[in-house]
């Protein structure tokens, strides 16, 4: 599907926003009993036969359903507008657009590896998410 651009692409980035805010944060089935789900807060479909929260009984958390997704157009966009490219090295910044990409520096490049990537990103002008 072809990005938006311009106004529409930012009347879409704040509709997104607005959704965003509007979805409720989806726990797992009977997290609030039991210790072991309340410190690993992840999404687990329902399939009990009886399970109430596939159900959808009255006073039971939401599922995740289809409905809650944001405008296909910005899907996966940052909230910029810029397509984000996870970068592992300095190579990696060739070809990229300015006015397209953002860089998202790997979690695992290390502190001497990052400061050479951070300034060659500067030097062609791209921004970094994770600076």
């Not at 050479?116 to 030097?123: F, N, P």
Request: proline share 8%; net charge positive.
């Amino acid at each position: 599907m072809a990005r938006p651009s311009g106004e529409e692409l930012q009347r879409l980035l704040r509709l997104r926003k607005k959704l965003k805010s509007r979805k409720p944060e989806f726990l797992r089935t009977l997290w609030w009993k039991f210790p072991k789900f309340k410190n690993d807060p992840k999404w687990r479909k329902p399939k009990g036969i009886d399970n109430k929260m596939r159900l959808r009984l009255k006073g039971y958390p939401p599922i995740v359903e289809v409905g809650y997704r944001g405008p296909a157009a910005v899907r996966g966009l940052h909230p910029t507008g810029l397509e984000p490219v996870l970068v592992h090295n300095e190579k990696e910044l060739e070809g990229l657009d300015p006015s397209k990409h953002i860089v998202v520096i790997a979690s695992t490049v290390g502190l001497k590896k990052r400061l050479k990537i951070l300034e060659k990103a500067h030097q062609l002008g791209l921004r970094v998410a994770n600076e």
